[in-house]
């Protein structure tokens, strides 16, 4: 019996910025991606982070954060249904990400109200795929891995959950996660 969905944040619930900065200016290059996994591990600051894309752009920092935050947008039709599944299941977000900037999106757009817990991996030291992320969100949750469903963007995170036992959805739209969902019995056809 599920008793906990979890989200994957950017790339489901808000859209995915860093990825879509990376692509538009043509950084999309291991390094900026290894900074991106350090600042996820928590091993660097967001403001860090920032500078490093600052200095292989030359573009201020605040410019792309400005930038970041500007072309950002919440996935309406899924914050409904969130809304909707928190009468009958915890509700959690698994992401990776500095927990800073994410706790200060939650917060801006007021709905961190919407979550039993948040994990996120720069608080936690382990990024997802890795068994421990996903270990620790059960252990957060009081829940054991067929208790839950695990949505996320990311294929290869999607493959790493079911491994351990949880159910994976592969978020691609609304509607193919709403038949997902269906499927597995959370909702009502």
């Known amino acids: 019996m599920v008793k906990a969905i979890i989200f994957d ?13 990376l692509k538009k200016h043509g ?7 290894k900074k991106a996994i350090d600042m996820n591990k928590g091993l660097m600051t967001i ?7 600052s200095k292989i752009s030359g ?7 400005n930038e970041f935050q500007s ?11 969130i809304i909707k599944l928190r009468s009958s299941y915890k509700i959690a977000i698994l992401s990776n ?3 800073s900037y994410l706790y200060d999106v939650l917060k801006k757009t007021a709905i961190d109200i919407l979550f039993d817990e948040v994990i996120v991996s720069s608080e936690v030291g382990y990024i997802k795929p890795s068994e421990q992320i996903f270990n ?15 949505i996320d963007d990311n294929q290869k995170f999607v493959e790493a959950a079911k491994d351990l036992g949880l159910k994976g959805i592969h978020y691609k739209n609304i509607n193919s996660l709403m038949k997902s969902l269906e499927a597995i ?4 056809k």
Request: proline share 3%; charged share 25%; no cysteine.
């Open 59 to 65: 573009i201020p920092a605040p410019d792309i954060q």
């Open 71 to 81: 072309k950002a947008s919440l996935n309406a039709q899924l914050l409904t249904l």
């Open 27 to 33: 950084f999309e290059s291991s390094m900026a991606r």
């Open 136 to 150: 620790y969100a059960l252990e957060k949750l009081s829940i054991k891995a067929d208790e839950a469903v695990f």
């Open 9 to 21: 944040f950017y790339g489901v619930i808000r859209s995915d910025e860093y990825h879509d900065w």
């Open 47 to 53: 403001d860090d982070f920032f500078q490093y894309l």
């Open 185 to 188: 019995g959370i909702m009502d």
């Open 97 to 99: 990400a500095s927990s």
